[in-house]
Every structure is written in structure tokens, then in C-alpha cells.
């Protein structure tokens, strides 16, 4: 147990819809990653947050956003979902925003299905 | 962008078989990741290498980092049934961002 969790597990929706995947850091942790798994692209990395604001960007569409609060857990927005967005979706965490030795440690993801 | 290039995709082994994958990137590293990621569940850290050249091990699990900066290798001994997964390697530069390779499957005949 990583000490990362997320809710939910699964996540079943349709096309068009909106859906939001939470996510807890581990204690600790002011830094939160999140991540698209799927079939044919590997782990991409989408977003960062560290201590509530925005620290880096990567492929996160524009459909797609994702916000830190004060208790430092972190949510993911995703709307008008499109088939293609079927993917598992990791939270990860880390003490630091950046630096040596600030490694991430993953939750369990949720799976999300677009039908 | 920074990629990586890791192989093999997939190893179908004997138990009890020793097992290499490797790593190799365009770009230096300054930190090189394996990480293991079981059926259903997130990834979790294996090993973490911060010099050139380093080698080091957990339990039956030794990953070194290349001289170059460049590689990395994962080697497992023995392996047993539960070895199953998929491992990745990640590789951080100068910036945070972490790159992952795509994975290797391997699946242990027992």
C-alpha cells in the first residue's frame, strides 16, 4: 500500500459526459501527479500540482483539468468524453515539487470506461 | 520529447530463470526508476539509481545505472510465479519530469 488512494475504482460512463476521479496523497506529501494509462500509449504523464497550485504540464487536453485544495487532495475533471478516453488514471505523489531523490509513488488508479 | 526505449515488450521465462530488460534513452538522465506493476493496480517502486555507474540491489532484484547515463538494465534471479507484471523504467533529466518506457511484460511458467 502505497498510501496513495483514489476513488473511485471504476467508473463506468457514456459519450459527452463528465466525470471527476479523486485522489489523496500520501501524508505528507505536498506534490500530486496525474497520469493516463492506456493500452497503447503507456503511462503519459497529464498534470502537476504542488501545495494547491500548478506546477507542470504535459499531454493534458484541453477537455481535461484538474485542481489541488487545501487538504492537498486533488481532483481530475474530465468532460464531453469521447470513446478514446477509456484508460486507467493514476495519482501519483511525492514530497517535493521537484529534486533529487523526490520520488513518485503511485495509487491504484481508476478505470475508466466510455461507452 | 525525451523517449524511451525499453525492451524486450515481452518475456515468457521458466521459473526459476534468471531475467534482463533494459532501457536506453536519447537523452542523459540524472535518475533512472524501475518500477513493478501488478494486474490492476498502480506501480510501485522498485529501484532508484542516482549516479552513473551505480549498481544496486533488493532482494533478487540488482538494477544498474549506465556509464553513459543514457541505459539502464533490471535483471531478476530466480524468478518466481509472482514475479508476473509488467515492469517499467522511468528516467528523470535536469527538469521533474519523469518518462516512462513502455513496459515488459513478463509471464512466469511455473
Known amino acids: 500500500d502505497s498510501g496513495v488512494t483514489q476513488t473511485p475504482k471504476h467508473l463506468i460512463t457514456a459519450t459527452g459526459q463528465r466525470v471527476t476521479l479523486r485522489c489523496s496523497p500520501r501524508s505528507g506529501d505536498l506534490s500530486v501527479y496525474w497520469y493516463q494509462q492506456s493500452l497503447d500509449q503507456g503511462l503519459q504523464f497529464l498534470i502537476q500540482?504542488?501545495?494547491?497550485?500548478?506546477?507542470a504540464k504535459g499531454n493534458i487536453l484541453e477537455r481535461f483539468s484538474a485542481q489541488q485544495f487545501p487538504d492537498l487532495h486533488s481532483e481530475l475533471n474530465l468532460s464531453s468524453l469521447e470513446l478514446g478516453d477509456s484508460a486507467l488514471y493514476f495519482c501519483a505523489s511525492s514530497v517535493a515539487p521537484s529534486g533529487f531523490h523526490n520520488e513518485q509513488f503511485f495509487g491504484p488508479g481508476t478505470r475508466l470506461t466510455v461507452l | 520529447g525525451q523517449q524511451l526505449n525499453q525492451s524486450p515488450q515481452s518475456m515468457f521465462i521458466q521459473e526459476g530463470e534468471d531475467v534482463s530488460m533494459n532501457c536506453t534513452s536519447s537523452s542523459i538522465f540524472n535518475t533512472w526508476l524501475w518500477y513493478k506493476q501488478d494486474p490492476g493496480e498502480g506501480p510501485v517502486l522498485l529501484i532508484a539509481?542516482?549516479?552513473?555507474?551505480e549498481l544496486t540491489s533488493n532482494g533478487r532484484l540488482t538494477a544498474q545505472f549506465g556509464i553513459t547515463r543514457k541505459d539502464s538494465f533490471l535483471n531478476i534471479s530466480a524468478s518466481i510465479p509472482s514475479d508476473v507484471g509488467i515492469y517499467f523504467c522511468?528516467?528523470?533529466?535536469?527538469?521533474?519530469?519523469?518518462?516512462f518506457g513502455a513496459g515488459t511484460i513478463l509471464r512466469v511458467k511455473s
Open positions: 522511468a528516467g528523470r533529466g535536469y527538469g521533474n519530469k519523469l518518462v
Open positions: 539509481l542516482y549516479k552513473a555507474g
Open positions: 500540482y504542488y501545495n494547491g497550485e500548478e506546477r
